[in-house]
């Protein structure tokens, strides 16, 4: 209790003093950075999510073949839930003498609540985002719709017993389907409109939809309450399923700021677990002279326990502050990206930061306040009388035990974990042998060179493993550094592909055989290269080694789907670029014998095909079996046409077959499609680049956020640089000034301490990049699933960066120890 | 007041065992002032260390006011010193941390005095740095850095003074002006003394003199004046 009085009362002394505030400030920020990546990662997560939830129009959508009972209206409504009804079918429309199959898809107002509908004035003229839904009386219909018929914006349709007027062109709505299931083109009505036109009736194929919107634990709450009571025939759709680029890229993102998160963590414990041992050491005099003056063991540990949370505690509310400033200023910058009415962050991230870094204070400085326990009072009369070092076992185990809590707690992903925390420590281990290993080798080095190289080579070699620990610091915000540089770089790379601007913006659907010359032709005319055609025959399959597909038991929901549809059907002599063959073999590209089919990996669990296996699809009528030949790993995100069943040439000779063609067509060239729409109406244009620009909005929010919260670990890694060089600065001072007493000059002594960081620097530089290549392999490849490339860059940033910022920080922080007077630094010690 | 019997301290160097006391014994009775001189090395500040409880000898034993400080464990021996001790080393010891006031108080927190405050701004005014009590250390001259520890050692008016070399870090006048302090502060508190010294003149200022030499006591002499 006296300890505890005395520590609060002698606190306001210590930060008076400004002796504790390297400690002071390596809370500060470690509280300051876990905050505002706690922060970002909470807001920006939810604004990828949201993007992600677009494709879905909503946070949730209920669709039924059913009107939507009006006990899920009212729940919606109860959970504070913003609503919308959606109603679609297939009619046929008419304008003038013109009339084309339709999907009818009727909205009401409120619709979509997430995302956009865009139209245009015109056809493929310019597109805005719409605010509201069709106004009472009119429709907004699909570009592909008004060159079938051959209307204009102005003109009236006739849906059912209505005449409604087209009042735009709809160019895109989030929620349309990028598949090939639909093709028929869709005009967007107002709800309200849709009972005049007596289309819907008893036994009207009509899917019913309810979209629902909210605060995440509000729609969880709203499903949780319906869910029980949900007949079979309702499909539930949130943003799991949504589209799988979108899925990816956000995916990938809160991935990577969950390791943004780790990192800056361990970094922070490293800078943390320097200043604590600072901060004991320091104390060491004072304990041993409290010693000699009377005070107990208890006491001056209980005090000096008291003080560093006391400090901590100081720490923490400093760091929070400046982590809301930084949040402030990163939201604004960040405004046009962050969707302005998310929730506000909560309280949550400051609470964990605090507690990780008290956590990590207390963790880091047991070892060292266990030793200050032991302090000898006789270091008041023989300074170097020193307590026995605290176990190697006790400080691992008191460190890790700090971090493996805070991480348990901050991460989700397992693995990722388990990668970062596997390499750091095999990093650690490497770096502490090798520092050894480099100091020993220094020490017998330096006999033939200058005083300066001497001196800076000699301060490695005695400092033996204190040398080595700084080599272990250094390696290991260097290496997190690198490793966070080029997984980013690797993931944006990755990325970039995604949005490989070659990629293609329009399908052309449904092209019958004879129609690809004249089609080619009108390509060839606006200059736009000629496409490839890919064929495609529809087929439905019938069984599986024999069994009817009706009486087997698929392994999934999507399997049953799957073998219960018509597939989209196509054949190939050589494999596509976008494709990978994981298991079998692909045909040869003169092969002319028994039909083979290779079917997509995932779609092949689904169905619970193995290779060898035969399947029959009946196509036109007529029977076709196929031999399971190989599975493939398809890069859905190329948008270029892919198929889940791709046949072995010939095997569809003489069945119907259509054609499908990707392209990339600027907006300029835009009136070729019209071109084709009114030429070949029959043929369906798909226009992907409103698809192609949500993805990319997606990504480069993504990015963003990546680089933004990068910027915070930055910090961090530099923060360690410096607590490192700030453990050696009193002996520093005092042989400094020693060696100035005894006429060596200051530019001297600078290059002296300059070629000490600078032996560090490489070591540490040399053995981080090792280590990050190794760790960005594994992060790149197991984690992120993307393509690893080795990179010379690496290394040359490794060892220079290493260098360049060990000595910066280094001259930074020992610049005051070696200008300091020398008769001043001689009398006080 | 202060006995050692048979005090010997061996220490394990790189060159094998060292013996840096041997043998000695002596009574020290309440009151008195003793210097202990001897050349470097001879074991002097050992010695003191032994006799303040803050090393433990090899074997032989140590009464302090009453204490057998050898039968102690160290927070034993910390609450005899406490209650009993004051300390004015060589190199003063201030905490650099706390300015000159705070650090005369920090012995009486430490025993939690009453007015530990006022206490410690008396004895500030008493060794003459009433002006000085809110600077550190930093900016204190040697010899007002000795007097801010005279000052903390009288704080709790203890019954015996231990000082190591006081004046080894001061100029000569300083010196003696700061063991005129000390004298003077002795006399009026009645404490005992024991002041380690290799300053011949310092020593005859005291009652008795003992004598060390390679770590044996070679002499034990009254001061005649």
């Known amino acids: 209790m006296k300890a505890i009085v005395y520590a609060i009362r002698t606190i306001g002394r210590e930060l ?100 956009k509908v865009r139209t245009a004035n015109r056809l493929f003229g310019d597109q805005q985002e719409a605010n509201d839904i069709p106004p009472a009386g009119s429709v907004w219909a699909d570009g592909a719709l008004m060159a079938r018929l051959n209307a204009s914006v102005g003109d009236t349709i006739s849906v059912g017993e209505s005449d409604l007027r087209i009042d735009a062109v709809l160019t895109y709505r989030p929620d349309q389907s990028i598949g090939f299931a639909s093709l028929a083109p869709t005009v967007l009505l107002n709800l309200n409109d849709l009972p005049a036109t007596n289309l819907v009736k008893e036994g009207s194929r009509v899917g019913y939809a309810l979209l629902v919107a909210g605060r ?110 930084a949040e402030k200023i990163l939201t604004s910058m960040l405004a046009d990206l962050i969707a302005n009415d998310l929730p506000p962050p909560g309280l949550q991230p400051v609470f964990l930061a605090a507690g990780s870094a008290l956590i990590l204070l207390i963790g880091f400085a047991m070892p060292s306040l266990i030793q200050l326990r032991n302090a000898p009072p006789l270091r008041v009369l023989r300074h170097d009388e020193m307590p026995p070092a605290p176990s190697r076992l006790l400080v691992a185990g008191t460190s890790l035990l700090a971090v493996a809590a805070m991480l348990y707690s901050a991460i989700g992903d397992a693995r990722l974990l388990l990668y970062v925390l596997g390499g ?94 004249p089609i080619a032709e009108i390509f060839a005319r606006n200059e736009i290269g000629a496409p490839d055609f890919v064929p495609m025959v529809r087929g439905r399959m019938t069984t599986i080694d024999g069994d009817d597909v009706k009486d087997i038991e698929f392994p999934t929901e999507d399997g049953k789907w799957m073998a219960n549809r018509e597939a989209n059907l196509t054949w190939a002599a050589k494999l596509s670029e976008t494709n990978d063959i994981v298991s079998g073999d692909w045909w040869p590209e003169d092969y002319q014998g028994d039909p083979l089919v290779s079917i997509e990996e995932e779609a092949a669990a689904d169905l619970g095909v193995e290779l060898g296996q035969k399947l029959t699809f009946t196509i036109a009528g007529q029977e076709i079996q196929l031999t399971v030949a190989s599975f493939r790993e398809v890069n859905w995100d190329s948008f270029k046409p892919n198929f889940f069943m791709v046949l072995s040439p010939g095997a569809l000779d003489g069945f119907p077959a259509t054609f499908v063609a990707s392209l990339k067509v600027q907006a300029e060239e835009r009136g070729a499609l019209l071109e084709i729409a009114r030429a070949h109406p029959s043929v369906s244009v798909i226009d992907l680049e409103s698809i192609l620009q949500q993805v990319k909005g997606i990504i480069e929010k993504a990015t963003l956020a990546v680089q933004a919260v990068f910027i915070f670990t930055l910090a961090a890694g530099i923060a360690v640089l410096f607590a490192a060089v700030q453990s050696t600065i009193d002996e520093r001072r005092f042989e400094s000034a020693m060696l100035r007493a005894l006429g060596v000059q200051r530019g001297t002594v600078l290059f002296g301490v300059l070629t000490e960081f600078a032996a560090l620097g490489l070591v540490a530089g040399f053995l981080a990049a090792a280590g990050a290549s190794i760790l960005a392999w594994l992060i790149s490849t197991r984690v992120f699933e993307l393509e690893y490339s080795f990179s010379p860059l690496l290394w040359s940033l490794g060892l220079g960066g290493g260098i360049l910022l060990v000595c910066l920080s280094g001259y930074v922080a020992a610049r005051g120890a070696i200008n300091a007077p020398p008769a001043d630094v001689l009398r006080a010690a | 007041m202060l006995a050692a019997n048979n005090v010997s301290k061996q220490v394990i160097s790189p060159e094998g065992g060292l013996t840096i006391l041997s043998e000695v014994s002596f009574e020290i009775d309440y009151g008195e002032s003793v210097a202990i001189v001897g050349a470097s090395g001879a074991g002097k500040s050992t010695l003191l260390a032994l006799l303040a409880g803050l090393d433990l000898p090899t074997s032989g034993s140590i009464q302090l006011d009453g204490n057998v400080l050898t039968d ?96 080894g870090n001061l100029d000569s006048k300083t010196g003696e002006n700061i063991m005129q302090l000390m004298f003077d502060l002795n006399r009026n508190s009645s404490a005992t003394l024991v002041l380690v010294t290799h300053d011949q003149s310092l020593a005859g200022r005291c009652d008795r003199i003992l004598s060390l030499d390679a770590g044996a006591l070679v002499s034990d002499e009254k001061v005649r004046r």
């Open chain 1, 16 to 115: 008076r003093s400004g002796e504790v505030l390297v400690l002071l400030s390596a809370v500060a920020l470690a509280v300051a950075a876990l905050t505002a990546v706690g922060f970002l990662t909470d807001r920006i997560g939810k604004a990828v999510a949201r993007q992600a939830n677009e494709v879905l129009a909503a946070d949730l959508r209920l669709r039924s073949p059913e009107p939507l009972p009006a006990e899920w209206l009212e729940a919606a409504e109860r959970f504070e839930l913003e609503t919308a009804e959606t109603q679609n079918f297939p009619s046929v429309v008419f304008a003038g003498d013109e009339s084309s199959l339709a999907n009818v898809k009727a909205v009401s107002a409120g619709y979509p609540l997430r995302g």
């Open chain 1, 216 to 325: 995440e634990s509000d729609v969880d709450d709203f499903y949780a309450d319906v869910e029980d009571d949900l007949p079979e025939s309702v499909r539930v759709r949130n943003r799991e399923d949504s589209s799988e680029s979108a899925a990816n890229a956000s995916a990938r993102a809160q991935k990577f700021l969950s390791l943004t998160a780790v990192i800056s963590l361990l970094l922070s414990a490293v800078a943390i677990a320097m200043s604590a041992r600072r901060f004991a050491h320091r104390r060491m005099d004072t304990v041993a002279l409290m010693k000699s003056l009377g005070a107990s063991q208890q006491f001056v540990i209980t005090a000096a326990t008291v003080q560093l949370l006391l400090l901590g505690i100081v720490g923490v509310c400093v760091g929070s502050l400046i982590g809301f400033a």
């Open chain 1, 424 to 517: 750091m420590l095999g990093v650690s281990i490497v770096l502490y042998a090798t520092g050894r290993l480099l100091v020993a080798l220094l020490g017998r080095s330096r006999g033939g060179v200058g005083i300066a190289w001497r001196y800076g080579l000699a301060n490695v070699a005695r400092r033996g493993r204190a040398s080595a620990v700084q080599v272990v610091a250094f390696g290991l915000g260097l290496t997190v550094l690198l490793l966070l540089t080029f997984v980013r770089t690797d993931l944006l790379k990755g990325w970039q592909q995604t949005l490989d601007e070659n990629a293609p913006n329009s399908f052309l659907i449904n092209i019958q055989a004879h129609e690809r010359d």
């Open chain 2, 72 to 167: 102690l464990d160290e927070d034993g021996r910390a609450r005899v010193r406490a209650a009993s001790v004051g300390f004015v080393f060589q190199s003063f010891h201030l905490v650099p941390s706390l300015n000159a006031l705070e650090n005369v108080m920090l012995p009486l927190e430490l025993g939690a005095a009453e007015n530990a405050r006022k206490k410690a701004a008396d004895i500030i005014s008493q060794v003459g740095l009433s002006e000085r009590g809110r600077h550190y250390p930093a900016q204190l001259s040697g010899g007002e850095k000795q007097r801010v520890a005279i000052a903390r050692a009288f704080a709790t008016e203890p019954a015996v003074l231990f000082a190591d070399e006081p004046t």
